[in-house]
């Protein structure tokens, strides 16, 4: 039987509702409205697009959107500042700076510098240690993404085994992190892993989150296991015409669909949840700034 499709747009919208529920309870309540700051560098094509669907969403959820952009040339002072700045303004609860970052720029630095408070990426190195050591941080908006979809497909994950290939940290570590804590029995898999087929034909649940377009096959999946697919990849597409690309994800998904109980599409599964989660997480820091219960 073809494996169930994921909704992730249908679920993000969702999660999008839910979140304006909040966002007008919270106005009508307490007179607060939940403000989220963007900040981008340079003029990177892929980051102008998500920007802009962040700036827009963040408009209809009825937050108010602050948005800033900065030359590529900018210097690493001038960044941290404004990012300084928006710590100390009571009208933004969220910040988030747009990675990638330009070469001259330290990452890690601009990242530490943000309020972990308004670090609704959950990227800071205080929320990361939150999530390592029992929650109550800022969970990074992928991950969260991935585990709300998991857990709607599957409910209790108590024991199952459930392998993450990639270990960036902003996506394959907090997963595991997030998976354990469900109770799952975890594996990290990585480029130095010896027998990636092995750990994926074994595993129940799959997150894959690579970067490679569908390196991880079909046929090296569980009958019936669950396939979140992170991976965003552009790859030529003649059929298109010229120069054109298509969007595919790191797992081969005619192939995966065939085996899988269920799985995320690429377009239209892990993405959209991601901006819904970060505007969940604007809340959620809101009501936190304001020691409001949930
Ligand atoms: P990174 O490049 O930071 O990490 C990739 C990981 O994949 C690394 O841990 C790397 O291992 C591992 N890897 C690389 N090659 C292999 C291989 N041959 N076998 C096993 N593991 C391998 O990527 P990100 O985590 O930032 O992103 C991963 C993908 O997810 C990308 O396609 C990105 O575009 C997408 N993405 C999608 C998002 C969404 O909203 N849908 C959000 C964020 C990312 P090692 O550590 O050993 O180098």
């Not at 900018?74 to 700045?85: C, G, N, S, W």
């Not at 354990?180 to 990636?196: E, G, I, M, P, Y």
């Not at 690579?210 to 979140?228: D, H, Q």
Request: hydrophobic residues 45%; negative net charge; glycine residues 10%.
């Amino acid at each position: 039987m073809p494996a169930t499709l994921i909704d992730g747009k249908a679920f993000a919208q969702k999660v999008r509702d839910r979140v304006a529920e909040s966002v007008a309870a919270l106005k009508a309540s307490h007179g607060i409205t939940p403000g989220l700051a963007v900040i981008i560098v340079g003029h990177d094509p892929a980051s102008q697009v998500y920007v802009r669907n962040k700036v827009r969403q963040t408009a209809e959820v009825g937050m108010n959107s602050f948005h800033f952009e900065m030359d590529s040339t900018v210097d690493q002072k001038t960044l941290i500042a404004k990012v300084r700045e928006l710590n100390e303004d009571p009208s933004v609860n969220g910040i988030l700076v747009q990675l990638p970052l330009p070469k001259h720029i330290d990452e890690a630095a601009v990242i530490e510098a943000i309020d972990p408070k308004k670090d609704v990426d959950g990227f800071h190195v205080i929320n990361s240690g939150l999530l390592a050591t029992g929650g109550g941080g800022m969970v990074p908006c992928t991950p969260l993404g991935c585990l709300m979809m998991l857990e709607d497909h599957l409910g209790d994950m108590s024991g199952l085994k459930a392998v993450i290939v990639g270990r960036s940290n902003i996506v394959g570590k907090p997963m595991a992190q997030l998976l354990l804590d469900a109770n799952c029995t975890v594996t990290v898999a990585h480029s130095r892993t010896k027998d990636l087929p092995a750990e994926v034909a074994a595993a129940d649940i799959i997150v894959a989150a690579v970067g490679r377009p569908e390196m991880i096959k079909g046929s090296w999946i569980k009958p019936g296991a669950t396939v979140i697919d992170v991976g965003i990849n552009g790859i030529p597409a003649p059929e298109r015409g010229d120069g054109k690309t298509r969007l595919v994800g790191d797992v081969e998904f005619a192939a995966a669909c065939n085996r899988a109980g269920a799985i995320t599409p690429v377009p239209g599964g892990v993405g959209p949840m991601t901006i819904a989660c970060l505007l969940k997480n604007t809340v959620t820091a809101t009501l936190k700034q304001h020691n409001i219960d949930a």
